[in-house]
C-alpha cells in the first residue's frame, strides 16, 4: 500500500516498518496510515533539514541550498541575489496534509459523533445515515450517477423524492426493505460525493482510493444485513435492494458476494413472478381494483425485471430465458417520471405483447421506447455472441459465409446500429444533451458495449489472442484480414470514446464495464500492430504509433477510474506498452 507521503509523492514505498526509505532519506514522519504512524513517536519532532524548494542560483551552480526565505543562506554569504520558483513547499505536501486532516476528522466524528466541528464531508464515515439536506444530497448524488446506468432507473423519483421530503423512507415506522433501499442508496451517493467534493473545488485533488472505499460502506452492510437477516421475505423493495448491493460490491471489486447476489436477485424475480405483466390493462384505461398497482409501480416493475435481466447476462449465470419474458421493454423517461402509461416494443423487434387489444397499439410503439431499452436489446445480442463463442469452434459453414451463424449475429449487430434513433446516436448534439440530463453514462455505455460486442463476435479472427480451442481456417485469407482490422477498428473507437468522456469528468466513467473495455481495447489493439500487421503495408509504422499512443492514453484514463474501481489500478499494468 505505501506510507502516506509516498503515496501523495506518487512515487514507489517499499512498506518498511517503522519508517520506509524514502521518508528516512527525506527526514520526514512516515505516515504509515495506522492509528500510530510509522516513524512518529509521543516526543517533540525533531527539526526538519528538508529543503523543499532551491533557489535558482543554488541550483545552478548545484550545491546545497538551506532553503531559507527571503535569502538563503549561500546567497547571503555570496552578497547575490536571492530567487526561488513557485512557493515554499511543492504541492503534494497540500494534498498529504489535506487528506490527513481528512481523515483524522473522520476518526472524530466516528468517535465523539461531533459532525460540524469535523470534516466537511466526515460524515460520510459515520455508522448512521444523515438527516436533512445531507441526506438529500446523498439520494440526489445516487439519482444522477446510478440511476440513469444500465437499467438501474427502477426506482421512481419523484415518489420517492416526495417520501424523503415527508419523512416516510428509513423512518423507525417504515418497514426494514425501506430503510434498506434508502441505506443501499446513500451508500452509492456517498462515494460520488466524495468524489465530487475532490475533484470539483479550486484545486483538484483526488481522493485517496482507501478513502472512496470506505464512505458509505457502512451503509452498504447495513442495508445487506437488512435484507440477509430475513431472507425468506420477499418484496419488491428487496429485489431493488439485491439489484444495487450487487452493484456495489462489484466497484469494489468484491465479485464473490455479487455472484451470490445474482443469484438471489434472480430468484427473488422469479418468485415474484416478475417475467410476466401484472394483468392485460398496459395502460390502466380501465377502474383499478383494490391493490392493483398504478401507472408508475407497473413501470417500476418492468423495469426491475429487466435489470434483473440485464445482472443475470453479466454474471454468465444465464438463468432468465428471453423466451420465457412476457413483458414489454421500459417506456422512455420523460414516460416514466410523469407517469405517463405507454405501449412499447417487446425483445423482438416490431413486436408488442400479444395480450393487448389491437385498438390500444399505436402505429409505432418504439417511439414510447428510450435509451434503456435499446440496450436491454444490445444485452441479449451479446448473449447469443457469447452463447455461440462457448460452443467451441465455429460449425459449418465456416464464419465467412454469408449463411453462417457468425455471419447472422453481425448483420443483427449492424441492423442493431442503424435501428437506433437520433437521440441514441453518439455525436456532439447528444453528449451535451445527455450532459445535461445525466445520461452521458448511460449514452456512453450502450456505445461501448456497441464495439465491445463486436471484439465478442470478432475471436475467430484472433484466436492466439483469446486462446480459442481451434483457430480459424486459414484458407479464406482476405475474410480473416478484414475481420481483424474490424477488431482493430472497434477497439480504438472504445480507445476514444473513453479518452473523450474523460474530459467530462470521472462521474461520466462510473459503469463497472468500462475498466474491462479499455483492458480488452488495449489487448486487440496491442495485438494487432504486433502481431497482425504488416510492417511493409503502407501507413504501418503511423498505424503503430497511434496505436502505443492509445494505449498509453487508455493507462491514464484507467488510472483516473482507479478513483472509483479497484480493478482499474490492477488493470492499468496491462496497458503499458512495453516496446
Known amino acids: 500500500m505505501g506510507c502516506r507521503v509516498c503515496r501523495a509523492r506518487k512515487v514507489k514505498c517499499d512498506g518498511r516498518p517503522n519508517g520506509c526509505r524514502n521518508c528516512q532519506r527525506l527526514q520526514l514522519d512516515c505516515d504509515e496510515g495506522g492509528g500510530g504512524g510509522g516513524g512518529g513517536s509521543n516526543s517533540a519532532p525533531v527539526p526538519k533539514m528538508r529543503t523543499y524548494r532551491s533557489c535558482q542560483s543554488c541550483r545552478l551552480s548545484k550545491t546545497k541550498c538551506s532553503g531559507s526565505r527571503p ?100 423512518s423507525e415506522d417504515e418497514s426494514c426493505s425501506s430503510s434498506a433501499l434508502l441505506h443501499i442508496m446513500c451508500a452509492h451517493g456517498a462515494r460520488f460525493l466524495l468524489v465530487g467534493h475532490c475533484l470539483d473545488g479550486d484545486v483538484a485533488t483526488p481522493p485517496p482510493p482507501t478513502l472512496v472505499s470506505s464512505a458509505g460502506s457502512q451503509w452498504a452492510r447495513r442495508a445487506e444485513s437488512l435484507v440477509l437477516a430475513d431472507l425468506g421475505t420477499i418484496s419488491i423493495q428487496r429485489l431493488m435492494v439485491a439489484i444495487l448491493l450487487h452493484d456495489f460490491h462489484l466497484r469494489a471489486g468484491e465479485y464473490g458476494q455479487a455472484l451470490m447476489l445474482s443469484g438471489l436477485a434472480v430468484r427473488m424475480a422469479h418468485a415474484l413472478k416478475m417475467d410476466g405483466e401484472y394483468d392485460a390493462d398496459v395502460l390502466c384505461s380501465s377502474e383499478p381494483g383494490p391493490g392493483a398497482p398504478s401507472v408508475a409501480s407497473r413501470e417500476s416493475r418492468r423495469r426491475l425485471m429487466w ?8 454474471s454468465g449465470a444465464d438463468l432468465l430465458r428471453e423466451s420465457d419474458i412476457k413483458i414489454q421493454l421500459p417506456s422512455n423517461e420523460r414516460n416514466f417520471g410523469l407517469r405517463i402509461p ?45 452463447r455461440c463463442g462457448r460452443q467451441g469452434p465455429p460449425p459449418p459453414p465456416p464464419p465467412w459465409q454469408p449463411d453462417s451463424p457468425l455471419a447472422a449475429l453481425e448483420a443483427d449487430l449492424v441492423q442493431w446500429r442503424r435501428d437506433l434513433p437520433d437521440f441514441v446516436e453518439y455525436c456532439p448534439e447528444t453528449i451535451y444533451a445527455r450532459l445535461d440530463s445525466n445520461q452521458f453514462g448511460a449514452l456512453l455505455l450502450i456505445h461501448c458495449t456497441y464495439h465491445h460486442s463486436h471484439l465478442e463476435l470478432y475471436k475467430v479472427a484472433m ?18 484480414q478484414a475481420a481483424q482490422a474490424g477488431c482493430y477498428h472497434h477497439a480504438r473507437r472504445i480507445s476514444d470514446m473513453l479518452a473523450e468522456a474523460a474530459e467530462h469528468g470521472v462521474r461520466f466513467l462510473s459503469d463497472s464495464q468500462l475498466p474491462f473495455y479499455l483492458y480488452h481495447s488495449s489487448r486487440v489493439m496491442l495485438y494487432y500492430v504486433a502481431r497482425l500487421l504488416d510492417p511493409r503495408r503502407p501507413g504501418a509504422e503511423a498505424k503503430m504509433k497511434d496505436a502505443v499512443e492509445a494505449v498509453e492514453r487508455n493507462g491514464r484514463v484507467l488510472r483516473l477510474m482507479g478513483i472509483l474501481f479497484p480493478i482499474a489500478r490492477t488493470l492499468v499494468s496491462f496497458c503499458v506498452w512495453k516496446g
Request: aromatic share 8%; charged share 25%; with cysteine.
Open 307 to 314: 435489470a434483473c435481466y440485464v445482472l443475470d447476462a453479466g
Open 71 to 170: 535569502r538563503c543562506g549561500r546567497c547571503v554569504a555570496k552578497a547575490i541575489e536571492c530567487l526561488y520558483d513557485g512557493d515554499s513547499v511543492p504541492r503534494w505536501t497540500t494534498s498529504l496534509r489535506r487528506t490527513v486532516v481528512d481523515l483524522k476528522d473522520a476518526v472524530t466524528v466516528e468517535e465523539e459523533g461531533e459532525g460540524e466541528e469535523a470534516g466537511p464531508l466526515s460524515w460520510l464515515l459515520s455508522s448512521e445515515l444523515p438527516t436533512g439536506p445531507k441526506l438529500r444530497r446523498l439520494v440526489e448524488q445516487y439519482f444522477a450517477n446510478v440511476h440513469p446506468l444500465r437499467c438501474f432507473a427502477f426506482v421512481h423519483k419523484p415518489s420517492f423524492m416526495h417520501q424523503l421530503d415527508k419523512g416516510g423512507v428509513g
Open 463 to 480: 484466436a492466439d489472442l483469446f486462446r480459442l480451442a481451434e483457430p480459424a481456417a486459414e484458407e479464406q485469407r482476405q475474410a480473416l
Open 342 to 386: 405507454a405501449v412499447t416494443e417487446t425483445l423482438a423487434v416490431g413486436h408488442v405483447l400479444q395480450l393487448l387489444a389491437p385498438a390500444v397499439v399505436p402505429r409505432r410503439p418504439a417511439a414510447n421506447m428510450g435509451i434503456m431499452a435499446y440496450y436491454i436489446r444490445l444485452v441479449a445480442l451479446w448473449k447469443r455472441i457469447v
